[in-house]
């Protein structure tokens, strides 16, 4: 038969399309009155292969179990019966020979070209029976999905080879390899969500404990059984007893969920952001006949399944021999001379030795300091002996000086975070400290923050102890800190508890966090004296943060630090504190920037405390930065004094030695130019510094500028002299990698800002170009404003500090308000966390604070603009 010869009547496209949507949409109206995931997902499954079936005879053959030699197998979800509303179709043309697969290439693609007409997001492959013989390191994708394949049409003799003859001797040949891929692959997966479950909008496809990995762990225990077997093993004895109930839950859910969001969506997106997360759990998908539960509720629920089926794929990975590269199994078998008398270590998991250990009632708390010190994992046996202990325990739970010495030895430990961990996840961290329960899986929606609160804890206390081992020059700094430390369990304590409050309805979490902790010391029996520093770092671990929205550089600013911390000892515990909270926030929260401002801040209050002036203790900083820049530049004397001239002490100790003499270059180039710029790119930003005379609204227009070019400006400062020369730096990131990707942007962009401040164009109605190209979407957290004016913070200036919500354009509307009331801008201080933005200026008219009706009408003006609707 020719190809693409067999008579046959043309499918009707028109029929079949009608057929999908018809039957797709009474799938989901069913879904939508039941919330029944399964049902959804084999529905699909079932009305694809209809379809599939009616295709196949149409143009491949009338019989469904011909010709012979070829056959249409189902692979992955679709062989699993697991089709989402808008997930991929993955089918496989299996050939026993060359000649039926040139015979059939284009009645394939016919087929093909049908299902796509669809609208279906089909991924077919062609394959010999031999190719599938092979194990393809850089494709284990198709090898797995074999795993789940079942036949559609054609052929059963060339399925039933495939999977009684090829899989299992594939799977017994190269069991090694496709375990060690899989792993690699599911690390890399792991390292994109950051090692961790707790996300407060996971991915439920593909973050840890989704569904890819309940997947992960059936491979994994479906490859050991045919290794042992040989062959094809009952699936239900893949997995414990004890755990199929819980998994077959976890799945359930899983499953109710990701159907849900396809039918939201209307595409395969399987993000839980939290719009879905109010309306799945307005909707009870997943808890069918229970009691209404608020959105946080129902992640709590989703972390529960999440984190059981994240522990289940993630030990059998440990537990899995051909998951270790020979480098990892001969470091892990050096590890194993850490065994002794109560715990033996194998492959880095500790097991027991003596089983009738499980009557102490310390022996938890004993194994947990154990894997503390040493960065060792739980073998699954040890994890159940201790989880049978937890039920018991909780009759008497562990207290008084004898649990808080263990806690104090887990605390201090290298690898403390790890073991509360999983002492949190076995139960017995909230056995010890009932006060955290409240933040077990807690979701609280703060757009900076990305992980629920317990593991915002325990990141926090990671990032101190990881210091010692990091390479950046920061981290070194503070890692001396730590050192000096003399009492550093009651900073990991402290930081333990201190957001233990958000889980409290109390007006403040820092309230809530102090009268749990007093609750956990007393029960714990700590020192009067401890309980003090104890307090005092969970009472004040938001202080210093507060400070940063300050000018740190400030006498004033340091002086009223200094009455807050009132001891050298509590000054480095709290600044460890502050950089290790803001640093678990998200990865990207502590930048640069705020990393030395954290310092700056920690060194000018030390100093303040120990009555010198500068880091070094020695001398002056604005005599020893003079010094050098005169060294420098031996010539520019009375130059460089005319310039520096009236500008703020702020100005030295924030620029370098050649930043200083490149603004005095400029400063004279003005007589060429009135306006000289200069354009950097950094590691994380671009900065942009302007050399100019004083003008009105000439930082409100720099800014709007950035802002019509798509800039979002993270921070700023404004210097002055007394012959009025103004220094401005901006300091912002490319959104639209403008500049990055257009080195001749550079030029223009730099034309464009000059024209900007020159008043050569209508800067109007560049903003309101670049706005009416930004979608309008509604924003995930709605800030309130919030604007506080106050003359008692610095001795020259009036501070304003304004809390509103980010938006392009933000920064312009503010600095011409104060343009408008004809402020001058002494200092800014730019900052946004998630979707709120916290700017802080340092304000005067005519070189005084501002009077009383003029903070007045300045800060009706600003409410009034930000309540405006953005034009």
């Not at 495939?162 to 069991?175: D, N």
């Not at 021999?321 to 470091?331: V, W």
């Not at 980010?806 to 201080?829: T, V, W």
Request: glycine residues 4%.
């Amino acid at each position: 038969m020719a190809d693409g010869k067999m008579q046959t009547q043309p499918s009707s496209g028109t029929e079949l399309r009608e057929l999908y949507a018809a039957e797709s949409a009474h799938i989901q109206h069913d879904f939508e009155v039941s919330s029944d995931g399964r049902a959804a997902i084999l529905g699909r499954s079932n009305l694809v292969e209809t379809i599939a079936l009616r295709l196949w005879k149409e143009f491949i053959s009338p019989d469904l179990d011909r010709p012979p030699g070829f056959a249409l197998v189902a692979l992955g979800g679709f062989g699993r019966r697991w089709l989402f509303p808008y997930s991929d179709i993955d089918i496989l043309f299996l050939h026993t020979a060359p000649e039926t697969e040139k015979e059939f290439k284009g009645r394939i693609r016919s087929f093909s070209q049908e299902l796509w007409d669809l609208r279906l997001k089909l991924s077919p492959a062609t394959r010999l029976a031999a190719e599938c013989e092979r194990f393809d390191p850089n494709n284990v994708e198709f090898t797995i999905s074999l795993l789940d394949s079942r036949l559609l049409a054609g052929d059963p003799a060339v399925f039933q080879r495939l999977r009684e003859q090829t899989l299992p001797k594939l799977v017994a040949r190269e069991s090694r390899q496709i375990v060690q891929r899989l792993t690699d692959l599911s690390h890399a997966r792991y390292n994109k969500f950051g090692n961790t479950v707790f996300h407060l909008e996971p991915n439920l496809k593909d973050g840890p404990g989704g569904l890819r990995d309940y997947n992960l762990a059936c491979w994994l225990a479906l490859i050991a059984a045919m290794e042992d077997t040989g062959g094809w093993p009952d699936e239900e004895s893949l997995l414990p007893p004890s755990l199929r109930q819980p998994f077959r839950e976890a799945l359930d859910f899983l499953i109710s969920a990701r159907c849900f969001l396809h039918f939201r969506h209307g595409r395969d997106d399987n993000a839980l952001a939290w719009a879905a997360q109010d309306e799945l759990a307005e909707a009870k998908v997943g808890i069918a006949n229970s009691q209404p539960v608020s959105a946080s509720d129902w992640m709590r629920i989703y972390f529960h399944h999440a984190r059981l089926i994240h522990r289940i794929s993630a030990q059998l990975l440990e537990e899995f021999p051909a998951a270790r590269p020979s480098l990892y199994r001969q470091f892990q078998n050096l590890r194993s001379r850490l065994s002794n008398a109560e715990f033996s270590v194998v492959d880095g998991r500790i097991f027991l030795n003596r089983p009738e250990s499980v009557s102490d009632p310390e022996l938890p708390l004993r194994t947990f300091r154990f894997m503390a010190r040493h960065g060792l994992s739980l073998s699954s046996a040890i994890e159940h002996q201790i989880g049978q202990m937890v039920a018991p325990l909780s009759a008497a739970p562990p207290q008084g000086s004898e649990a808080w010495h263990y806690l104090q030895e887990i605390l201090l430990a290298p690898h403390a975070a790890s073991a509360l961990r999983a002492m949190h996840s076995i139960g017995l961290l909230t056995l010890l400290l009932p006060e955290f329960k409240g933040i077990d899986s807690l979701v609280v929606r703060d757009y900076a923050h990305r992980f629920t609160v317990d593991e915002h804890t325990f990141v926090a206390i990671e990032n101190l102890h990881v210091l010692r081992h990091s390479q950046a020059k920061w981290d070194q700094r503070y890692a001396e800190l730590l050192d000096e430390i003399e009492q550093p369990d009651l900073l990991y304590f402290a930081l333990l508890l201190h957001d233990t409050g958000k889980a409290t309805d109390l007006p403040s979490h820092v309230i809530g966090s102090l009268e749990l902790a007093e609750a956990s010391m007393e029960r714990l029996d700590l020192d009067l004296p401890d309980r003090e520093t104890v307090r005092f770092l969970i009472g004040k671990h938001m202080d210093l943060s507060a400070m940063l929205r300050r000018d740190i550089f400030d006498p004033q600013t340091i002086h009223l630090f200094a009455e807050k911390v009132e001891t050298p000892e509590r000054l480095k515990m709290l600044c460890l504190l502050t950089y290790a909270d803001i640093k678990a926030v998200n990865p990207e929260a502590l930048t640069p920037w705020k990393a030395e401002n954290i310092w700056q801040l920690y060194i000018g209050t030390a100093n303040f405390m120990m009555r010198t002036a500068d880091e070094r203790l020695h001398a002056d900083a604005d005599e020893e930065v003079l010094t050098h820049l005169r060294t420098l530049a031996p010539a520019a004397g009375p130059k460089l004094d005319k310039f520096l001239d009236g500008l703020p002490r702020r100005y030295l100790l924030t620029q370098t030695a050649s930043e200083v003499l490149s603004h005095m270059a400029m400063a004279i180039r003005l007589g060429e130019d009135q306006v000289q710029l200069e354009l950097t790119r950094g590691r994380q930003w671009y900065e942009l510094t302007l050399v100019t005379t004083d003008r009105p609204m000439l930082f409100a227009r720099i800014a709007g500028a950035l802002a019509a070019w798509g800039m979002n400006i993270v921070k700023a400062a404004a210097f002055s002299n007394a012959a009025g020369t103004v220094v401005d730096q901006f300091f912002f990131t490319d959104r639209f990698r403008t500049l990055e990707l257009n080195l001749p942007e550079w030029e223009r962009f730099k034309k464009s800002i000059h024209d900007v401040i020159t008043d050569q164009v209508d800067l109007e109605r560049m903003l309101s170009d670049r706005l009416r190209g930004l979608k309008n979407q509604p924003p995930k957290v709605k800030v309130e404003t919030k604007i506080e004016v106050d003359n008692g913070t610095s001795a020259q200036s009036t501070l304003v500090e304004v809390i509103t919500q980010d938006q392009p354009g933000l920064l312009y509307r503010i600095s011409s308000q104060f343009a408008a009331q004809k402020c001058n801008i002494e200092i800014a201080l730019i900052e946004t966390e998630g979707q709120m933005a916290i700017d802080v200026f340092y304000l005067t008219i005519g070189g005084k604070k501002l009077e009383t009706g003029q903070r007045e009408e300045l800060r009706a003006a600003l409410l009034a603009e930000l309540a405006a609707p953005q034009a």
